[in-house]
């Protein structure tokens, strides 16, 4: 399985402001995705990101509000602009196992998280 | 549309006993694959199992059990002996290679008391 570390590990923000939450991959994956859980939720996907291309958004969600980046094949950040209290959440990034090759087929596996505190 | 029902929101048992977490599916597709994952407090997300739906052989793990029944459409996960380290959020996850992501359920709050 791949290893995956995120920056920062937490932080608490103003509201109104913006957080950059970086994703690396020890090994290069086709995509990656982000998921947001709100306290004591489940997870919801954010966003799939695959390298070269615009990412391409869930229901809910829009690049304004949450603008990915995805420069190459073992990197990817997320940004949560413009924040405000409701944006506390946990915010994860996971890629996709290569086990089969095939997409949609394989185990997804997690960063550690990003605990995230708008005051 | 994918959907997972985890219709225990939360369980209590005592250290040793054993318990299992329920999980219900919905799909549409004849290819798909179902999942469990721990949520620890500290937050992480890891990786317990991956079962695709040509394959309903039910597997054993060391404390760890997963009965998987099409016919029924569950995914069940059982901890013998439980201990107290296993308390923590359980999810159940869904994936659907033509929809290219998993849907989660919305998790089982495992605690075990000493």
């Known amino acids: 399985s791949a290893v995956i570390s995120q920056k920062p590990s937490r932080d608490i923000c103003q509201r109104g402001t913006s957080l950059t939450i970086q994703c690396q991959v020890d090994?290069?994956?086709?995509?990656m995705f982000w998921y947001r859980q709100q306290p004591g939720q489940s997870l919801t996907l954010i966003a799939t990101?695959?390298?070269?291309?615009?990412?391409?958004?869930e229901s809910g969600f829009v690049i304004d509000k949450f603008p990915i980046s995805r420069p190459n094949l073992t990197f990817s950040t997320l940004t949560v602009s413009n924040m405000s209290p409701e944006d506390s959440s946990i915010y994860l990034c996971?890629?996709?196992?290569?086990?089969?090759?095939?997409?949609?087929?394989?185990?997804?596996?997690f960063g550690p998280g990003t605990r995230l505190t708008v005051l | 549309a994918q959907k997972v029902t985890q219709a225990q929101t939360e369980i209590s048992v005592v250290e040793k006993e054993d318990v299992t977490l329920d999980c219900v599916y919905e799909?549409?597709?004849?290819?798909?694959?179902l999942f469990w994952y721990k949520q620890p407090p500290s937050g992480e997300l890891v990786f317990l199992i991956r079962r695709n739906s040509f394959d309903e052989q039910n597997e054993i793990s060391g404390r760890y059990s997963w009965n998987f029944q099409k016919s029924t459409s569950s995914f069940n996960f059982t901890i013998t002996a439980s201990q107290v380290v296993d308390s923590a959020v359980y999810f159940c996850?869904?994936?659907?290679?033509?929809?290219?992501?998993?849907?989660f359920g919305i998790g089982t709050k495992l605690q075990v008391i000493p």
């Open positions: 799909t549409r597709d004849t290819t798909y694959y």
């Open positions: 996850a869904l994936s659907e290679p033509f929809y290219q992501k998993v849907t």
């Open positions: 090994s290069q994956v086709t995509m």
């Open positions: 990101a695959n390298q070269g291309s615009e990412a391409t958004y």
């Open positions: 996971s890629v996709e196992g290569a086990d089969s090759g095939v997409i949609g087929t394989d185990t997804q596996y």
